[in-house]
């Protein structure tokens, strides 16, 4: 729970308080045995979240279906009718502090979540000390053994390159497929880039978790979805449906109607690029951008207006963890 400090919109986490005198030797919630391993992310959280943002909607008629795009240092941006975002505010977590956006007129909307960068880099960026070189050893081999998909270009998108793990709705009938490979790919190599788009697809909600768990309880509601339908055998993640991987992508303003929060990163295409920021990840209604650099970790509401901005370098990536209402109504 937050309260307002100050009149501001910067709010204090109640969890931070010391906790009140009881018998002596006993240990904090966070420090108990019980509550070691398995619920690490969960106290990292109550007491790491700092930056929490209320924020109002602003008028921006006629920008759904339009491109937000920025003028990146050096990069000669081509006229394709977009609105630019300049004049967006910029708000973003730090090193040690993760932060949240909410809706004030709604306070349980939250808009998105990004986690600090020191617990990227425990999740992801030097996961197992590899963790963005197996990135782009997967996108690789995602470029090269799975065909394009139409969800890339929904909206318009712009995308070199779009692919998809998981389970996807039947396009020719009933009940819930899954996102094939090109032919003559071995089974193999099938086995290989599926176990490593589930490695990073876990990373990513575990990462997520540590910042949406403690608020919210849609995620018992999905797992309770997807119990309720007799499990989708051919999802890629514990709640996840479906993982996409888009190539130089540049989305149109849109909603998704997923269930759940989606969970991304990006990656650039050489590591001497890690620290800069390569997308500016949107929304208008609120008028906010937020930078992104390679293995940072957004959660975000699919149901609100959004867009990610044109990319600052070629070959960047951005990957997408989400879980598609279209899936799990079919598979029920």
């Keep these: 729970m937050f309260v307002e400090k100050n009149g501001t919109n910067k709010l204090k986490n109640v969890t931070n308080e010391k906790p009140r005198a009881g018998r002596r030797g006993r240990c904090s919630n966070a420090k108990r045995p019980a509550n070691r391993g398995k619920k690490k992310d969960i106290c990292l959280a109550n007491g790491h ?15 759904a279906g339009k491109y937000l795009t920025t003028n990146w240092e050096g990069q000669n941006n081509s006229d394709n009718g977009g ?36 617990l990227c880099q425990q999740h992801v960026i030097q996961k197992n000390r590899n963790g963005l070189f197996f990135i782009r050893q997967f996108a690789a081999m995602a470029m090269s053994c799975k065909p394009e998909v139409m969800r890339g270009k929904k909206c318009g998108g712009e995308n070199s390159a779009y692919k998809i793990f998981g389970s996807r709705k ?15 790919t071995s089974d193999e190599k099938q086995e290989s880039v599926t176990a490593m788009a589930q490695t990073i697809v876990k990373q990513l909600e575990t990462a997520a978790h540590g910042v949406t768990k403690p608020l919210y309880d849609d995620l018992s509601f999905v ?24 190539r130089d992508y540049h989305s149109k303003c849109h909603v998704d109607n997923d269930y759940y929060y989606t969970t991304l990163t990006v990656c650039t295409s050489n590591k001497c690029d890690d620290n800069t920021v390569i997308y500016y990840f949107c929304f208008p209604e609120y008028s906010v951008k937020i930078p992104l ?40």
Aim: proline content about 5%.
């Design 170 to 184: 039947d396009p020719k009938g009933v009940g819930v497929g899954t996102y094939a490979f090109k032919p003559k």
């Design 49 to 63: 979240v700092k930056l929490v943002h209320n924020l109002s909607k602003v008028p921006c008629s006629e920008i």
């Design 223 to 246: 797992k309770a979805i997807r119990k309720h339908t007799g499990g989708i055998k051919n999802g890629i993640g514990e709640v996840s449906t479906a993982f996409s991987i888009g």
């Design 293 to 332: 650099r390679s293995g940072d970790v957004l959660v975000f509401n699919p149901q609100i207006l959004h867009s990610c901005s044109n990319p600052k370098l070629n070959g960047s990536f951005i990957m997408s963890a989400y879980v598609s209402a279209k899936t799990v109504h079919s598979s029920a």
């Design 83 to 118: 609105v630019s975002i300049d004049g967006f505010k910029t708000i973003d977590s730090t090193d040690v502090n993760s932060m949240q956006i909410f809706d004030v007129s709604n306070p349980k909307v939250c808009v998105c979540a990004k986690l600090s960068r020191r």
